[in-house]
């Protein structure tokens, strides 16, 4: 799937709460021992979270198969669209090359902490599973940059939070100042 049919998708449902655009067990061949996917590279680039952002910005569930090495769009610009609800951003057999940048992008596009996964299937075996688990743990790497973002942000805003309650403060003061001045020289 590309990103044109997303939207679209996306304009006959701007409600939507919960998107999964994920292979199915219709796309595995199961055997006793293995689970063998039929796995080809994601099509969906990582800026497709702009247009999910934009159409449904309620959403609080997503699991895509994404393209994360694809090179990123600028920062979003202030007032850009963001996910208000966002809970749970599923991303198994997705694929990363710059986990430090995908956490600053995925930062950007939420207004709160989401649960970042990457599902593994238990029974993949070889090559097939060292390359999942190397991508695993990028995305480990992703939701612990996540972490640390989100905790800036909030120490972030509770300090300006703490700052302006300083200086609504300092300037109710100087107002009763202003005031007792005036009263007392009107006397």
Known sequence: MQEPPV???????????KLHLQYTLDNMITRPSIISIKWSQPTLPLSVLDTVAEKTPQVEELSLILDANAPLRSPPNPGQHQ???LNQLDVSLSTVSH???VAGYLAQRS??????????????RGITRTRFEEEKNKWDQIAENLTVLYDQKERLAEEFRMQMQRE????????????????????
């Open 83 to 85: 996910f208000e609800c």
């Open 99 to 101: 986990p430090a940048t």
């Open 168 to 187: 609504r403060a300092r300037h109710m003061q100087e107002l009763r100042e202003v005031v007792e001045l005036s009263l007392s020289q009107s006397k």
């Open 111 to 124: 207004k709160k902490r989401f649960s970042l996964t990457f599902g593994l299937p238990q029974n993949l």
């Open 7 to 17: 939207g679209q998708l996306l304009d006959a449902w701007p409600s939507l709460q």
